[in-house]
């Protein structure tokens, strides 16, 4: 029997699932648990965007917990799922499995080969002196054959082999100093009591599928395909059939509620084969029966919540796209922007920027959806909370701002 749900029901299990409805979280690892990852960014106009996903989580945390589970505890590691992200180390033998047949392009396999003597040279170093960072290693007497950058690399040789070791495992980061990783062995990064079991790929797959579902909460493949190891799912149909066969996942069929006055772009969106785990079903009957607990909150551009954005059009009916490499003047809403969500709503957006030199929140401008709120004491709140994660003495507001908040915010 095929469950159905109203994609407002939809939404507020995946929001549920996020952690980001009733009380906020009190642990950050368990946080990871339920979202799986934490995508890394090096942009920090407001914070780094793995910080801001927590807090969207957590409220006003202690980022020292952070480094602690990270770097003391071993709880956490950086390693490559919606992309390069923090994920947990008890998770180790998904993506050990990962690491061990990442799909390289012939001509990266061609240049590592070409390359052994920088290989060997880089993993002595590293054996030798480490944690050690990338600028420490010097490439004198190994005379690479020069790898040409296609832009999304610096195209410097060192750098180049430390991403196709750490992406097979060999090295791992061990710390940081700013946002400069600090490389090791992972076998002496790796704590003691990290899971070797060795998995087949048809068992990394089913584990990563269920753990990818469980944080979308209804998903289809595709959905689930881009979601926590992101693209790395060879046969998922079929294993997400034996699933099905084995009572553990259950296909879904969702309807479209449309809010008074509110057109879906893609009405065909939900159309397709949808899926749930068989353990979120008794949190569907929990939001049926009243449950529902909404909160509004600011979201990093890469958070887990809107990280698949034709996800977030079908869902959320909200298009979003990051404007960082948009020239200034062609930009629709500004260079860092941060979507609110308020309860199962993406209600507008807010362009900010934190001024570390004055202490200053600097929001530079403030954007409504069509049908939001009138009232945007809630929005207000949630910039508040932001300014005091990130110990702002004083809120900026610019001139950009919808005219139902303005009177709020002002």
Known sequence: MTLSLTSTLARRLFITKQRLAGAK????????????????????????????VLFSRLGNY?????????????????????????VLTEDYPIFQRLM??????????????????????????????????????????????????TGWTS????????????????????????????WDLSERVLPEWTPREKLSEREAVRRAAQRSLRALGVATPTQINFHFTRG?????????????KEKIISRVMLSRDVPAGRLYKNESSFKGDWYIHN???????????????????????????ICDRKRTESLFNFYYRIEIYVPEKKRQYGYYVLPILHG???????????????????????YA?????????????????????????EIVYGEKMPSVWKKDLK
């Open 232 to 244: 790395r799912y060879p046969n998922l149909k079929q294993v997400l059939g034996e699933l099905e």
């Open 344 to 366: 199962d709503q993406l209600i507008g957006r807010v362009s900010p920027k934190m001024d570390r030199e004055q202490n200053k929140l600097m929001v530079e401008a403030v």
């Open 100 to 149: 061990s047949e990442y799909p390289w392009s012939g001509r990266t396999l061609a240049w590592t080969k070409e390359n052994d003597k920088l290989r060997r040279y880089v993993l002595a170093h590293i054996r030798k002196r480490g944690p050690v960072l990338s600028r420490e290693f010097e490439e004198a007497g190994t005379h690479p054959k020069a790898w040409v950058s």
């Open 62 to 86: 202690d980022l020292d917990e952070l480094d602690k589970l990270m770097w003391d505890e071993r709880q956490l590691f950086e390693y490559w799922a919606h992309c390069a992200s923090i």
């Open 369 to 393: 959806e069509p049908n939001a709120p009138k009232n945007g004491k809630a929005v207000r709140q949630a910039i508040e909370e932001l300014a005091e994660f990130l110990g702002a003495d």
């Open 279 to 305: 353990d979120d079903i008794p949190l569907i009957d929990s939001l049926q029966n009243g449950a529902w607990s909404p909160r509004t909150t600011l979201l990093s551009p890469f958070d887990n919540l």
């Open 25 to 52: 979280a009190t642990s950050i690892i368990d946080v990871v648990r339920d979202i799986n990852c934490l995508q890394i960014d090096p942009i920090s106009a407001v914070a780094r965007s793995h910080q801001l």
């Open 155 to 182: 195209g410097r040789n060192i750098s180049r082999m430390i991403d196709i070791l750490w992406i097979d495992g060999k090295i791992m980061v061990a710390g940081r100093e700013g946002i400069q990783k600090q």
